[in-house]
């Protein structure tokens, strides 16, 4: 018999959901807030359930021998070390959908807050003093309402505002001019735009490199004077030392935040100002979600340990045992393309296209083109926003099309995987096979034929075909400490347009990529990491 640890609070009904399926529980709900005890006995479980209080950290993970699988009440999984866990084989779960309409009715109250300072205007009538005219507030409706992040809680707080007579604009580098029709708002291309227009803003996206500090100091300073800021969705968006100055200065008329940078916060510059409404992060604190995300994980978990299903996966393919050791390969190729199309695309992608060429196309599509779309993504909305079982939900919320293709066996390779992305601007390919070693291979990229071997760090140029090149980029990368792997080429026609994959040994930084892309036959320069 299995044997789960619940080291966070969960509701008695997903305890029993446990003991229901089979899964042997010991639920002690303060453990994860002793890191020394629980590393002390996770040694003895097969799986953890978790909140947001346990740290599943790499040091957890190297003394948990029999772990096998680790579920999130919840979509966040910051607390867990995902590449840790996957090196040894822990699937990690999480539940992307139990807490989406609770989020947002949480922003929308903020908004509300900081519209009519609530807070401080109840402070104030229970002590007493009864003054209404300082508390002179604004109306919601009529007012514009700027989403930076239109995904599901987005979509969830952009159909809210609407129903308050709200003219709402969405900012989303992916989000696709039918989608944001089919939302009732209207697209902005560019942040500044959606700052500049906006009376009332709120965030809704996840905490990537790319989306950290997002509303800097900088970006701030555009907000429209009198405009109210909300965060609901991650600490680490916005520089909140740059949002005290400006609700200090009037910039800003009042924010109101429930996640910050640093957490749990005894401290903060936003803490004391008049015109601010904190909250501990009670996006997802409503009996409702609380109870759908512990009955969620205890399903799926109970499903894993005793069946061998898999749903939710962060890290691992929703896959029968008995197609595992036949779609493992193609999956990883499916991957591979994916995260390298999610990682060269630049603008909001309207259509994903994957042809399956020859004997793949006999083969179960499902796990394939979810382990495509799920990579593709995952640059875009970071780690705990879609996996292989979401992808094809959070495509769709994004207004993104899904089309599968078999096609019979053509050209020099018997079987391979073409990822075609539609974007707004462009249409670019990308193809791989399996090779007989049982590996993936590139073997195409926008129409230009090559063979590349994927490998953990990766450099992708565009340039001009041009004699010299190799010596040069190789010059480069040598004069900035950067060892060359391996070395592919392919070209459209002599003197056109031809590209580079490149495996490296490190990963290239931003700085890197600026000296790389500076090289006169150079058009593009993307460092890649799988």
């Known amino acids: 018999m299995p044997k789960v640890l619940i080291s966070d609070k969960l509701s008695d009904a997903a305890v029993q959901i446990f003991r229901d399926n089979g899964v042997e529980v010991d639920f002690q709900p303060d453990l994860g807030k002793d890191p020394e005890k629980l590393a002390a006995v996770i040694g003895d479980y097969d799986g953890l359930a978790i909140r947001s209080a346990t740290k599943v950290t790499a040091d957890l993970i190297a003394k948990a021998d029999n772990l096998k699988v680790v579920g999130r009440a919840g979509i966040g999984v910051d607390n867990v070390d995902i590449p840790a866990a996957s090196a040894k084989g822990i699937v990690v779960m999480n539940t992307p959908f139990g807490n989406s309409i609770t989020t947002a009715e949480h922003a929308i109250a903020m908004m509300f807050a900081a519209a009519r300072q609530i807070p401080a205007a109840d402070i104030s009538t229970q002590a007493g003093k009864w003054e209404k005219s300082k508390f002179m507030g604004v109306e919601i409706t009529g007012k514009t309402l700027g989403l930076i992040g239109a995904g599901n809680i987005g979509s969830v707080v952009a159909s809210r505002a609407l129903g308050l007579k709200m003219k709402v604009i969405a900012y989303d580098p992916f989000l696709s001019t039918d989608r944001a029709q089919e939302m009732g708002v209207e697209k902005i291309d560019e942040i500044e735009d959606l700052l500049g ?115 939710n996966a962060l890290n691992a393919p929703s896959v029968t045992a008995e197609e595992a050791p036949i779609l493992k390969p193609w999956i990883e190729l499916s991957e591979m393309l994916g995260g390298f199309a999610g990682q060269v695309t630049e603008n909001a992608i309207k259509e994903i296209e994957i042809e399956y060429v020859g004997r793949v196309g006999d083969l179960n599509l499902k796990p394939l083109t979810s382990a495509v779309t799920a990579s593709l993504l995952k640059p875009l909305v970071g780690e705990g926003g879609v996996n292989m079982v979401s992808a094809p939900v959070v495509a769709r919320d994004r207004g993104i099309k899904i089309a599968e293709t078999r096609k019979d066996a053509q050209g020099a390779f018997g079987s391979y995987i073409r990822l075609i992305v539609v974007t707004e601007g462009q249409t670019r390919s990308v193809a791989g096979t399996i090779y007989s070693d049982g590996k993936p291979r590139f073997i195409q990229i926008k129409g230009i034929n090559l063979e590349a071997e994927p490998m953990r760090y990766m450099l992708y140029t565009t340039n001009t075909d041009t004699p010299g090149y190799i010596g040069a980029l190789g010059m480069k990368l040598g004069a900035l400490g950067i060892n060359i792997a391996t070395f592919a080429l392919g070209r459209a026609a002599q003197g056109g347009e031809a590209i580079a994959l490149l495996g490296v040994d490190e990963p290239l930084s931003d700085q890197m990529l600026s000296e790389i892309a500076e090289l006169e036959q150079v058009t593009q320069a993307k460092g890649l990491a799988f």
């Open 197 to 311: 227009r906006a009376d009332f803003i709120t965030l809704h996206l996840p905490k990537t490199d790319k989306t950290a500090n997002l509303l800097s100091a900088e970006r701030i300073a555009r907000i429209k004077p009198g405009a109210r800021l909300i965060n609901c969705a991650r600490g680490g968006l916005v520089d909140e030392a740059a949002v005290a100055e400006a609700l200090k200065s009037g910039q800003i008329a009042a924010a109101a935040f429930d996640v910050f940078a640093e957490e749990p916060a005894k401290e903060n510059p936003l803490f004391g100002l008049p015109n601010v409404v904190c909250t501990p992060h009670l996006g997802a604190a409503t009996s409702e979600a609380q109870e759908n995300v512990a009955l969620q994980v205890a399903e799926q978990m109970s499903d894993y340990l005793m069946k061998g299903a898999i749903s």
